[in-house]
T-cell receptor
Framework: DVKVTQSSRYLVKRTGEKVFLECVQDMDHENMFWYRQDPGLGLRLIYF???????EKGDIPEGYSVSREKKERFSLILESASTNQTSMYLCAGWDRRTDTQYFGPGTRLTVL | KQEVTQIPAALSVPEGENLVLNCSFTDSAIYNLQWFRQDPGKGLTSLLLIQSSQREQTSGRLNASLDKSSGRSTLYIAASQPGDSATYLCAVNGNQFYFGTGTSLTVIP
């Protein structure tokens, strides 16, 4: 079975802190995504990566950066956390063979 | 930009009823459409994927249809059960993935 894992289910941080959200997939596929999910707004794409060391901005990249040093790991970085970044963060991988996205369990981030 | 709409936002039905969830999208230039289920506080679980060349896909009690020309997809759930209670999201794959905001389904025992 395909598996996408995220380092934390719940995270509480202070305003101004640097925050790392980690995502690991075992699919050996290139494409990985970071979304945030907010009530009434649905899932919005922050960044995606189609290969190691490659990254592309999504619809809402401001305040975020990403790192993809190894194929299986895609990290989302909040350089200086702010309260409006309180959200559910979802990582996904894309299986090219089946065109299917597979999601991790999500990280609920609260910024105080 | 692609816009994906799911109506209704919430639905409550008695156990055993058949039901239909709707998804509409504005740009018919898509590769495929995927239906997901999301339980509270959890990630998304893939249910069905329909390629743009297909009309429908079935998995157990679930059947998804796609009418690309009219920009619509439906998810049919037969003989609903309380365990089907969750939020159901559709996502279209064009040059990137676009998600609807979901339909929250409650199946009452």
């Amino acid at each position: 079975d395909v598996k996408v894992t995220q380092s934390s289910r719940y995270l509480v941080k202070r305003t101004g802190e640097k925050v790392f959200l980690e995502c690991v997939q075992d699919m050996d596929h290139e494409n990985m995504f970071w979304y945030r999910q907010d009530p009434g707004l649905g899932l919005r794409l922050i960044y995606f990566s189609y290969d190691v060391k490659m990254k592309e901005k999504g619809d809402i990249p401001e305040g975020y950066s990403v790192s993809r040093e190894k194929k299986e790991r895609f990290s989302l970085i909040l350089e200086s956390a702010s309260t409006n970044q309180t959200s559910m963060y979802l990582c996904a991988g894309w299986d090219r063979r089946t065109d299917t996205q597979y999601f991790g369990p999500g990280t609920r981030l609260t910024v105080l | 930009k692609q816009e994906v709409t799911q109506i209704p936002a919430a639905l409550s039905v008695p156990e055993g009823e058949n039901l239909v969830l709707n998804c509409s999208f504005t740009d018919s230039a898509i590769y495929n459409l995927q239906w997901f289920r999301q339980d509270p506080g959890k990630g998304l679980t893939s249910l069905l994927l329909i390629q743009s060349s297909q009309r429908e896909q079935t998995s157990g009690r679930l059947n998804a249809s796609l009418d690309k020309s009219s920009g619509r997809s439906t998810l049919y759930i037969a003989a609903s059960q309380p365990g089907d209670s969750a939020t159901y999201l559709c996502a279209v794959n064009g040059n990137q993935f676009y998600f609807g905001t979901g339909t929250s389904l409650t199946v009452i025992p």
